[in-house]
């Protein structure tokens, strides 16, 4: 042993070896702390040999005080295994006198929990006599044949370094090899010290240090027809450095040209499956994986014979995991289950991440057929207390109504909405008012007024409703205690306790008087028949509060962000819109919509669909939107509820609209901009053969007229109009003293002023301002002009919320390329153009003579 500073390592390693050899001799190279006291204790042949930035002069030295026939060579952070201290002896006893050199493999220990590990097989026992060493670090035993490999393990605690170790050993390391560097004689030598170089900089170094140096290990590496073992080494963990830069192809032909060379060394196979795997090629990365496994069983049971370092022994649960997720994609449920059931049986030390991702994966196929994984997943999970988040496989198991045993997929910490979830599991009933109240349905009613009664009275069963009014008809809440009233008049119709039905429903009215259009009619119906089937006024009600606003209650604040899951807890019909309305997924909210038994109830419901199928079915949003207005008229006027719906909104349809045009665009234009009741609120846009983007309903000119009117009241500044800096813009870079104007240009005085431009109605250079868009000939509005100046707008195709869509005034649009078409169809040669924000677009052109 050569040792220095080793007094937190040097007793385990000698307490490994004391039984076992006859002599055990320590060259000391200058230790300051106890490591020499600490030898005393197991041997005499303690001696000291000053430093001289050389372990194989070090190393050479030690071998002059040996006097036993075997030489061990060990370090002070080793240890030998049980089996090497059993059998050890007898091994070397039966050797023939031929053999002078035995390799054995050392197991590296990469953490403090001894779970990740890295295997290579090196010449560690030589014949006394028969071995020296060269090179300054990383030094080379040149020993004499014949070699034997033996499976007697030495374990290897040196890589786990604390951050202080980390850097002594890193700026020692790099020092010598780049001493040595300078004297390697032949690219051999060099490669295998650059290679220790590069491994030296990624443990310590800068990353782009370790990179450079890879590069160069790289270039000598090409022209080689065979690749030494360190070469093997390098190009598996360069593979990885590529891998994470993106660079796939590189890394592939790295890995390849390794199994190549070696076909049974494993490394290089998983760095082929981590390619596949990123690249999501789920056929290769199951084959890789094969090929990995059967490298590694074959390299665990001969190591002795790799000269090299084995370093994916340590990824085997990763690689699992990957071929686990890639079973998954390809819907192999079989062999999916049957590597869950051996690697979590195997107690793995797996990353929470990596179990996470497959836990989203599972979430997102065939639950069922992937419940044996879950079991044996969620077995390890609680086992070793890891924190992961099972919501979204609760949630699928309790949407697809799947019978699963709770013990096999609960783990410990979960949220309040999985306990839930896990409970629904369990007993499915509707547990949305419980998850709401913590057991005591009137908080709901209490933080929520009468919406809350009502949504409570609605999910109650029938045979507890009566009892839950009967709780509020004395609450200080007017508007609750009115129609707590109203409601329990109901009940006593059925009960046939008349003249006390027709006494609430008074005071329910001297209560809360707009509840008078609901009850008057019941009372009248009573006053001539007494029948107890006679209907009372609760769907009324229900149907007024709820079109005051779209929920009855904030879902928010009792579900958060997770109030699209409360579907998954209740299978009414106000948790199936809750749910839907704040969906991100267009496809499964219009899902959740189709499932409401009485649409009715939600004055929004044709609206919500027609919005979420914009994104699916552009031709059912469109019916869907009509079909919202009409139903609901005060959706005319979102954006000012002063106009609802009328139906009078006269339009026309031009020779050349076409039903089968490509629908561009579908909405409802008063969530932006008020119709004033005289444009149609619904509007579909269609871009025809001809290039125009047309808009049906087609407003007509008085409709544009008096929208225009009404338009110049209500707004200020009034909206889609050209702003004098952008006017400016455009002005200053033509050579232009006099202009015709089309379009309202009171606010541009000041840039006319300010570039000398003067207003003449007779003048050849057109500016038009505003009207593009409201007409399908260009010509009418270029008419006898020589140079024209035409600002408009132009939506962005694929952004629904562009605001030129929704503009009330607009009825055809046109791209650039269109404008410049036209113009040039007309005569004009393109000069100038500028974009601008919100979709406006200006063309200069002049008449080509």
Not at 240 to 255: K, R, T, V, W
Not at 491 to 503: D, P, T, V, Y
Not at 611 to 624: A, E, G, H, P, V
């Amino acid at each position: 042993m050569i040792v220095k500073d080793e007094e937190h390592n040097i007793r385990r390693a000698l307490d490994s070896i004391k039984d076992v050899v006859d002599e055990i001799v320590v060259v000391d190279t200058g230790s300051s702390d106890n490591t020499p006291n600490i030898v005393r204790e197991y041997t005499d042949k303690l001696y000291f040999h000053p430093w001289k930035n050389d372990f194989s002069e070090a190393r050479n030295n030690s071998l002059k005080y040996v006097n036993c026939e075997w030489v061990l060579i060990f370090d002070a952070d080793e240890e030998a295994s049980q089996e090497f201290r059993d059998g050890i002896r007898d091994f070397l006893s039966s050797l023939p006198r031929d053999v002078n050199t035995i390799y054995l493999p050392t197991i590296s220990y990469m953490d403090w929990d001894f779970k990740r590990t890295e295997t290579a097989s090196t010449p560690r026992i030589f014949r006394n006599g028969t071995v020296h060493y060269e090179n300054i670090v990383h030094n080379q035993a040149i020993y004499k044949p014949r070699v034997v490999n033996a499976n007697f393990v030495i374990y290897h605690y040196g890589y786990i370094w604390t951050r202080k170790l980390r850097k002594q050993k890193y700026e020692r390391t790099a020092t010598l090899i780049r001493k040595h560097l300078e004297q390697c004689k032949n690219d051999q030598e060099k490669i295998y010290y650059l290679v220790q170089l590069y491994k030296t900089e990624k443990t310590g170094g800068k990353v782009h240090q370790a990179a450079e140096v890879g590069w160069q290990v790289l270039k000598l590496l090409r022209p080689m027809t065979s690749i030494p073992a360190i070469g093997l080494e390098f190009l598996y963990i360069f593979s990885f450095d590529l891998i994470n830069a993106g660079l796939y192809d590189l890394a592939m032909e790295l890995a390849e040209a390794a199994i190549r060379a070696t076909p049974q060394y494993p490394d290089p196979y998983f760095s082929l499956l981590n390619v596949h795997f990123r690249k999501q090629e789920w056929s290769k990365v199951v084959e890789l994986h094969e090929r990995f496994k059967k490298a590694v069983e074959s390299a665990s049971k001969n190591i002795e014979k790799f000269g090299w370092t084995i370093m994916s022994f340590k990824d085997i649960p990763a690689a699992d995991l990957m071929a686990m997720i890639a079973y998954i994609e390809l819907e192999e449920y079989e062999k999916l289950n049957e590597i869950a059931r051996d690697l979590f049986e195997r107690d793995s030390d797996l990353p929470t991440a990596w179990i996470q991702h497959l836990i989203n994966k599972i979430a997102e196929k065939d639950i069922e057929k992937c419940l044996p994984t879950l079991k044996y997943l969620t077995k390890l999970v609680n086992k070793k207390e890891l924190r992961v988040n099972m919501q979204p496989v609760y949630e699928r198991i309790a949407e697809k109504h799947i019978h699963v045993s709770l013990q096999d997929i609960v783990v410990k910490d979960v949220s309040p909405m999985s306990f839930a979830l896990l409970q629904r599991i369990d007993t499915n009933r509707d547990l949305l008012l419980e998850s709401m109240s913590s057991g005591n349905l009137q908080n709901i009613v209490k933080e929520n007024g009468v919406g809350g009664l009502l949504l409570v009275y609605s999910l109650l069963e029938d045979s507890k409703k009566k009892s839950l009014v009967e709780n509020f008809v004395e609450d200080e809440d007017t508007v609750v205690r009115g129609v707590a009233k109203a409601i329990l008049a109901d009940h006593l119709i059925k009960e046939r306790k008349f003249l006390e039905a027709i006494r609430l429903y008074r005071d329910a009215i001297q209560l809360v008087p707009e509840l008078s259009q609901f009850v008057k009619p019941v009372v009248e119906d009573l006053k001539t028949r007494l029948d107890s089937t006679i209907e009372g006024v609760y769907e009324e009600l229900y149907k007024f509060y709820s079109r005051q606003k779209e929920f009855l209650v904030d879902f928010k604040r009792y579900f958060g962000n997770g109030v699209n899951k409360i579907h998954l807890l209740s299978d009414s019909d106000v948790a199936l819109y809750a749910s839907a309305v704040h969906s991100q997924n267009e496809t499964k909210a219009v899902e959740l919509l189709e499932r409401i038994r009485q649409p009715e109830h939600f004055p929004m419901y044709y609206y919500r669909l027609a919005k979420f199928y914009s994104k699916i079915d552009k031709r059912k949003s469109l019916s869907y939107h009509v079909k919202a207005v009409e139903e609901n008229e005060r959706l005319a006027d979102i954006v000012g509820g002063r106009f609802p719906y009328t139906g009078l909104y006269p339009n026309i349809t031009l020779n050349w609209f076409n039903d089968k045009d490509e629908l561009l665009w579908v909405g409802n234009l008063s969530e932006k901009f008020c119709t004033f009741g005289v444009i149609h609120p619904v509007r579909a846009w269609y871009k025809s053969k001809n290039g125009l983007i047309y808009a049906k309903p087609y407003p007509t000119d008085e409709s544009l007229k008096a929208y225009e009117k009404f338009e110049q009241e209500a707004y200020t500044p009034v909206p889609m109009r050209v702003q004098p800096n952008e006017l400016c813009r455009v002005l200053s870079r033509l050579d232009c003293h006099e202009l015709r104007v089309t379009g309202q240009y009171e606010n541009m005085k000041g840039v006319f002023s300010e570039l000398e431009i003067t207003v003449n109605e007779r003048s050849k250079n057109l500016l038009v301002l505003f009207g593009v868009e409201q007409t399908t000939e260009m010509k009418n509005i270029v008419l006898d002009a020589e140079q024209v100046t035409v600002f408009y707008r132009t939506p962005s195709i694929s952004e629904d919320n562009d605001m030129v869509w929704y503009y009330p005034a607009f009825r055809v649009l046109r791209t650039t390329a269109k404008i410049k078409e036209e113009l040039r169809s007309l005569g004009f040669k393109i000069i100038d153009s500028e974009y601008f924000s919100n979709g406006l677009r200006a063309v200069v052109a002049k008449r080509e003579k």
